[in-house]
């Protein structure tokens, strides 16, 4: 527990690090093309240092429903505005299809009551946030790895792109759609799960409905909510920013372990 603590403050002073430098008019200084080089390969140190020493299939710790918190912060965006997103919402999702696409053999679209149908996981883990405070809920869901091999991958498939109705903010490259991406390693860990209930319930709209990620090893913004489309790519660099999530895009670390 003293390890997985010590990183998981490693990663939240890294990013108000960054964040700081940023506001005293540090930009320069942290969008040198020599400083993003030193620290992405700092990351992967990280990454490949840590799964060495937990191994790629350890799990998160796992609780009993009596540690449930009583409240469970809503991360990030608590209503798309969008107005795809608020005609799904006025259906009660009943339209929504997940989107499943790129390097695979097989597209396919799956609605909710089919996801519902296949065979779920659940799991009651510890959701930490970068900004500082965890909470304690239970997620149940599709493993990814399971509809995954379902579309099956094609041999150049490496990362696995989630695409979000949440347009959180314009800037850098003119969209603020939200988005996150793991590799294959993180996607067919049996802890990754496409989550669609939560406490006990259809997930509510601030936790992500009608569909989440949660992949349990790593930080709170990897978590992607609202899920629309699914896509598998080989390399990350033409997407969006080319960092691999919204806030990687923004100067956090894409490997957020914890």
Request: charged letters at 20%; one cysteine or more.
């Amino acid at each position: 527990m003293t390890r997985l603590m010590t990183r998981r403050r490693f990663l939240i002073g890294s990013t108000l690090t960054a964040s700081a430098l940023g506001l005293s008019g540090c930009d320069a200084l942290v969008e040198n093309p020599k400083v993003q080089s030193v620290l992405k390969i700092a990351e992967g140190l990280t990454m490949k240092t840590q799964r060495l020493l937990i191994g790629d299939d350890t799990l998160a710790r796992e609780f009993s429903v009596a540690d449930i918190s009583p409240i469970f912060r809503a991360n990030g965006t608590s209503m798309p505005d969008s107005a795809q997103y608020q005609d799904l919402l006025g259906r009660q999702f009943q339209t929504w299809q997940l989107q499943v696409g790129g390097l695979v053999e097989r597209p396919a679209s799956f609605s909710l009551s089919a996801l519902k149908s296949m065979p779920s996981r659940t799991q009651v883990t510890r959701h930490d946030c970068v900004e500082g405070w965890s909470a304690i809920g239970q997620w149940r869901g599709v493993p990814l790895g399971a509809l995954l091999h379902q579309v099956g991958l094609k041999p150049e498939a490496r990362y696995i792109v989630f695409h979000c109705a949440d347009e959180y903010e314009k800037t850098l490259d003119g969209s603020g759609w939200y988005y996150e991406s793991i590799d294959l390693i993180d996607a067919f860990h049996p802890q990754t799960i496409l989550a669609y209930a939560m406490n006990g319930r259809d997930l509510e709209v601030p936790h992500g409905a009608p569909l989440r990620l949660r992949v349990e090893r790593q930080l709170g913004y990897k978590h992607a909510k609202y899920l629309m489309r699914i896509e598998v790519v080989a390399n990350l660099a033409s997407l969006y920013g080319g960092n691999g999530g919204f806030w990687e895009d923004r100067g956090y670390e894409w490997y957020a372990g914890i």
